[in-house]
Every structure is written in structure tokens, then in C-alpha cells.
């Protein structure tokens, strides 16, 4: 069965600090892995995307790492700001065009001044 | 940004009522989709849509129903709405074909609030 764990559920930091986020999946055949952000009562929106052959990505202050063979992914934010503050969601896509989503279940997280 | 509206953002309804909610794209996706997401948990897929007159029951089984009479519009009714409706309701659209990446294009949410 097809599985995205996330770590931490949720995780406070301070304005200006760094933290990582974790994704492990267990999705196969492996297609692509986004991260998305979704701030509270809004729709999620795609922050990047991760394929097979790629090990770093960056959007801006936020950088996803993909590790195929061990299957684990990370989103790490870097000089969080207030705006930060939403949940994160690992989606991994299966399949050869990449039809079948799996969700994880996201990482809140709270940015205090 | 993502040119997918839904309707109402917010309603609050009593027991037994039928209810539709609206959800249109103007992106020419024939990709869509109706996610169900309870506050601060993981978004389940209730119904999907690749392209006009297909819709597909999804993961997690509803008592909803849905239409794709139009590539733009994909509304979701329930016909006798109970508490155990109460959620979040979120309407997506993704890219046509195959080979596409993947990414889902999510509208605001309807908040759903059966008494």
C-alpha cells in the first residue's frame, strides 16, 4: 500500500530560525514528490516539485531535498518569516504519468515573533 | 495564481437540506477533483473528473455526488446533508494528458457546517 509519513505533525519556531521538514514515502512505481504550503482556510499551492533524477530544489527561501533510494524527502525553510506559518504537505505522485496521489498527512507549523 | 473559484466559501445549513457546491476553471483542465479535509487533517479525494461526462468515486467514500456536464464546471450536491458532513470541501484541476507533473491547482475551500 502506498504511504507518505510525515515528521514532525506539528513544530514551533521563531522568527528568523531555520527548520527541516521530513517526508518518507513507500510509493511505487515512483513518479514525482511535491511539497505544497497551505495557510489556514486556503486551498493548498505547489511549492516544488522533486523528480526522480533531481536531489535539490529551491523556491526561494525554501529548499526540497529527494533521496530516491532511501525514499525520504525534506523541505527546509531558511530565515522563517510570520508568513511561514501553515501546514506542509508531501504529495508523492505513482504511476507512469504520474496519476495516483498520495497525500501525507502535513507538518503545521507555527512561526512566532 | 490559480484560475479556479468555488462556491460558497462558507455555509451553514440544517439537517436534511440538499446542497450544491460550485466549482468552476478557467484554465481548460480536464483534470478535476473534490478533496474532503477536516481541520488540521490530511486531505482525502471523494470524487475525480478526467474530462466531460467521467466522474470516479475516489479513496474515501461519500454520500456526495457530482456532475461534468462542462469541462470548466465540476459541482458537488448532496442531497440530504447530515453533521457528518461537516468539513472542508476543496475543489481541484491538474493539467490534461499524460506525462504531466502532476501539480494540483486548488480552489479556496467551502466550508460546510451541517447543524
Known amino acids: 500500500k502506498n504511504q507518505v509519513e510525515q515528521s514532525p505533525q506539528s513544530l514551533i519556531i521563531l522568527e528568523g530560525k531555520n527548520c527541516t521538514l521530513q517526508c518518507n514515502y513507500t510509493v511505487s512505481p515512483f513518479s514525482n514528490l511535491r511539497w505544497y504550503k497551505q495557510d489556514t482556510g486556503r486551498g493548498p499551492v505547489s511549492l516544488t516539485i522533486m523528480t526522480f533524477s533531481e536531489n535539490t530544489k529551491s523556491n526561494g527561501r525554501y529548499t526540497a531535498t529527494l533521496d530516491a533510494d532511501t525514499k525520504q524527502s525534506s523541505l527546509h525553510i531558511t530565515a522563517s518569516q510570520l508568513s511561514d506559518s501553515a501546514s506542509y504537505i508531501c504529495?508523492?505522485?505513482?504511476?507512469?504519468?504520474?496519476?495516483?496521489?498520495?497525500f501525507g498527512g502535513g507538518t503545521r507549523v507555527l512561526v512566532k515573533p | 495564481e490559480a484560475d479556479i473559484y468555488q462556491t460558497p466559501r462558507y455555509l451553514v445549513i440544517g439537517t436534511g437540506k440538499k446542497i450544491t457546491l460550485e466549482c468552476s476553471q478557467t484554465m481548460g483542465h480536464d483534470k478535476m477533483y473534490w478533496y474532503q479535509q477536516d481541520p488540521g487533517m490530511e486531505l482525502h479525494l471523494i470524487h475525480y473528473?478526467?474530462?466531460?461526462?467521467?466522474?470516479e468515486k475516489g479513496d474515501l467514500s461519500s454520500e456526495s455526488t457530482v456532475s461534468r456536464i462542462r469541462t470548466e464546471h465540476f459541482p458537488l450536491t448532496l442531497e440530504s446533508a447530515r453533521p457528518s458532513h461537516t468539513s472542508q470541501y476543496l475543489c481541484a484541476s491538474s493539467y490534461p494528458g499524460t506525462g504531466d507533473t502532476g501539480e494540483l491547482f486548488f480552489g479556496e475551500g467551502s466550508r460546510l457546517t451541517v447543524l
Open positions: 473528473s478526467y474530462g466531460v461526462n467521467s466522474t
Open positions: 504529495v508523492v505522485s505513482a504511476g507512469a504519468a504520474g496519476n495516483k496521489l498520495t
